[in-house]
T-cell receptor
Framework: DAGITQSPRHKVTETGTPVTLRCHQT?????MYWYRQDPGHGLRLIHY???????DKGEVSDGYSVSRSKTEDFLLTLESATSSQTSVYFC??????????????FGPGTRLTVL | GENVEQHPSTLSVQEGDSAVIKCTYS??????FPWYKQELGKRPQLIID?????GEKKDQRIAVTLNKTAKHFSLHITETQPEDSAVYFC???????????FGKGTKLTVNP
């Protein structure tokens, strides 16, 4: 597995509380992605980053924000968690060139439950 | 935007048989098509990929075919084994960008 870790691996929180998930890589890859995985929906892109402080939205970005202050770290924040954000969150990294899709390597995932 | 349809959603085969999973995409600018395998409770892992300038690619028991005209691509697994049991996801690059759009997955069960 590529050098990708996610923390925490499991989290239970209450509706309305802020939550931050962390993705850390040791591969020095330029691109980092956050996906959510729900039964019947596959993997859906939330946000992605193409460099330090360079981020863009994916198809399900509402209610989420991201930050990337260092190459190795990509943070996903739920400002005010809702039950609809209960999901498994995967981070992915890629060493692709700009404008050229290539292999994405996934982290181990974070299971988030919002009560 | 890109839309990826994957069929079937579940597939059950006997050990030793072949399995075929099909995906269609909508964006003619898509040029990269990976397949991922996800075992229960694990992360998705790339098993094979193909680019739009190639029609077929093989890696041991796994092959992928691409028909750009019809906008569909397929995963073929021959001589299936119980350890092939997993959920398989196809994906297509979005508009020739760095983003991937995933299908909803196929749960493959290989019965001994």
């Amino acid at each position: 597995d590529a050098g990708i870790t996610q923390s925490p691996r499991h989290k239970v929180t209450e509706t309305g509380t802020p939550v931050t998930l962390r993705c850390h890589q040791t591969e020095n890859h330029r691109y980092m992605y956050w996906y959510r995985q729900d039964p019947g929906h596959g993997l859906r892109l939330i946000h992605y980053s193409y460099g330090v402080k360079d981020t863009d939205k994916g198809e399900v970005s509402d209610g989420y924000s991201v930050s990337r202050s260092k190459t190795e770290d990509f943070l996903l924040t739920l400002e005010s968690a809702t039950s609809s954000q209960t999901s498994v969150y995967f981070c992915a990294i890629s060493d692709q060139k700009v404008g050229v899709a290539d292999t994405q390597y996934f982290g181990p995932g974070t299971r988030l439950t919002v009560l | 935007g890109e839309n990826v349809e994957q069929h079937p959603s579940t597939l059950s085969v006997q050990e030793g048989d072949s399995a075929v999973i099909k995906c269609t995409y909508s964006d003619s600018a898509s040029n990269y098509f990976p397949w991922y395998k996800q075992e229960l409770g694990k992360r998705p892992q790339l098993i094979i990929d193909i680019r739009s300038n190639v029609g077929e690619k093989k890696d041991q028991r796994i092959a992928v075919t691409l028909n750009k005209t019809a906008k569909h691509f397929s995963l073929h697994i021959t001589e299936t084994q119980p350890e092939d049991s997993a959920v398989y996801f196809c994906a297509a690059s979005q508009g020739g960008s760095e983003k991937l759009v995933f299908g909803k997955g196929t749960k493959l069960t290989v019965n001994p």
